[in-house]
């Protein structure tokens, strides 16, 4: 069965967290928000978020860990290194990482966008690239690098493409969902 979790710290952008999290178990796939260091979180608008789980090693046997964005959660995903070590292993172990927005810069930080192709919200690419050997920055909404198993996308109003590009990653048809969700009519209408 396939699972995914969503990485949620305090000051988290909150539709780029929970995004995912409505994709996926509309998709009836297991998607857990975890926290970092509690199952309560407060996003970046002071929305309260509830998390199913609280970091543990058990984040490497999950198919995606999704990371949203948000200044102050990508800097605590950034600097815990508990979770650096996790993702560091989980991306030895060819599994797929994700990030948008400003979490990016948590996956250069702990080395995963060495030599990868990426997107990063704009302007901090530059912060990337102070850490990421030899990666490659991309304008597109969402970019997959396979030699790496990663996902990036942009800021908020790319959540949704950000989930349905991972869900394809991992060969879950969404064309039904899209459709239900008008996410094929956004496309064609925008």
């Given amino acids: 069965m396939t699972k995914v979790a969503i990485m949620c710290a305090d000051g988290c952008e909150e539709v780029e967290a929970l995004t995912p999290v409505d994709v996926f178990r509309r998709l009836g796939i297991q998607a857990d928000m975890v926290g ?31 990371f949203p964005g948000g200044m102050g959660g990508a800097q605590h995903l950034r600097d815990c290194k508990p979770l650096e070590k996790l993702m560091v292993k989980r ?11 400003a979490a990016p810069t948590a996956f250069a930080h702990y080395g995963l966008l060495n030599d990868a ?7 901090m690419e530059e912060d990337v690239a102070k850490e990421a050997k030899n990666s490659r920055f991309h304008e597109d909404i969402t970019v997959v690098d396979e030699k790496h198993h990663l996902v990036t996308s942009r800021g908020p109003a790319t959540a949704m493409a950000y989930a349905f590009q991972i869900a394809a990653v991992l060969g879950i048809d969404t064309n039904d969902l899209q459709h239900a969700m008008l996410y094929d009519f956004l496309k064609e209408n925008i």
């Fill in 91 to 101: 991306q030895q172990d060819g599994k797929w990482n994700c990030a948008m927005c």
């Fill in 117 to 123: 192709d990426y997107t990063v919200y704009p302007g």
């Fill in 36 to 66: 970092l260091s509690s199952t309560t979180v407060t996003g970046a608008h002071d929305i309260k978020l509830t998390a199913d789980k609280v970091l543990d090693d058990f984040l490497l046997g999950y198919d995606a860990v999704i």
